[in-house]
């Protein structure tokens, strides 16, 4: 059975400072992708990164990396020049596509806190 | 604004009852998944389906169901509800297939039940 841990239940950073929020995976299938979801105080889940586990080189969207350590099974996003508007609850998550099934598994998630 | 729209954004609604919640996927997706959030399960998956069948069942409770439509619009139907019902319920799309693909999520339906 595939597992998400977020090991972070909550973070303080600066502003302007990077954060890296750890994600460690379990799963035994070859074929797997792994996502970075957003959740603001307003509820919302906004879709931030993937990485396929094929993937030669690690994911990057604007300011966010995911390091992707497959023999590590680990997969952490990393913010770059934090903003106030990055507090949130932040979920990883992996998929192993099974005959078409996709659901995500997520972990119990990370509240990232960005200080003045 | 993910393309994916949810009804309502929030119910209210008594023990025993019936509700049905309701989303509408991106345009040109073909698969919508249903998930249960609450504060001690945390983010559960329920049930997907692609284009009008279901694709695979979660940790979905019988007193749950759910279809989606040949528009490719999705309901979840939730009946004699309980008080532990209560929750923000997502809906979310993706193209489908058999790769791995991400998933946008609605705004969600955040359900009391008292």
């Known amino acids: 059975a595939q597992k998400i841990t977020q090991t972070q239940p909550g973070m303080f950073v600066q502003e302007k400072e990077a954060v890296t929020l750890d994600c460690t995976y379990d799963?035994?299938?070859?074929?797997?992708?792994l996502f970075w979801y957003k959740q603001p105080s307003s509820g919302e889940m906004i879709f931030l990164i993937y990485?396929?586990?094929?993937?030669?080189q690690n994911a990057t969207e604007g300011r966010y990396s995911l390091n992707f350590q497959k023999a590590r099974k680990s997969a952490n996003l990393v913010i770059s020049a934090s903003q106030l508007g990055d507090s949130a609850m932040y979920f990883c998550?992996?998929?192993?596509?099974?005959?078409?099934?996709?659901?995500?598994?997520f972990g119990q998630g990370t509240r990232l806190t960005i200080n003045p | 604004d993910s393309g994916v729209t949810q009804t309502p954004k929030h119910l209210i609604t008594a023990t025993g009852q019936r509700v049905t919640l309701r989303c509408s996927p991106r345009?040109?997706?073909?698969?919508v998944y249903w998930y249960q959030q609450s504060l001690d399960q945390g983010l559960q998956f329920l049930i997907q389906?692609?284009?009008?069948?279901?694709?695979a069942k979660g940790n979905i409770l019988e007193r749950f169901s759910a279809q989606q439509f040949p528009d490719l619009h999705s309901e979840l139907n939730l009946s004699s509800l309980e008080l532990g019902d209560s929750a923000l319920y997502f809906c979310?799309?993706?193209?489908?297939?058999?790769?791995?693909?991400?998933?946008?999520f609605g705004p969600g339906t955040r359900l009391t039940v008292t």
């Open positions: 979310a799309s993706s193209v489908g297939g058999a790769e791995t693909y991400e998933q946008y």
């Open positions: 799963t035994s299938d070859p074929s797997y992708g």
């Open positions: 990485q396929g586990s094929y993937d030669q």
């Open positions: 998550a992996t998929q192993n596509p099974i005959q078409g099934a996709q659901k995500l598994v």
């Open positions: 345009s040109g997706d073909l698969s």
């Open positions: 389906y692609y284009n009008g069948e279901e694709r």
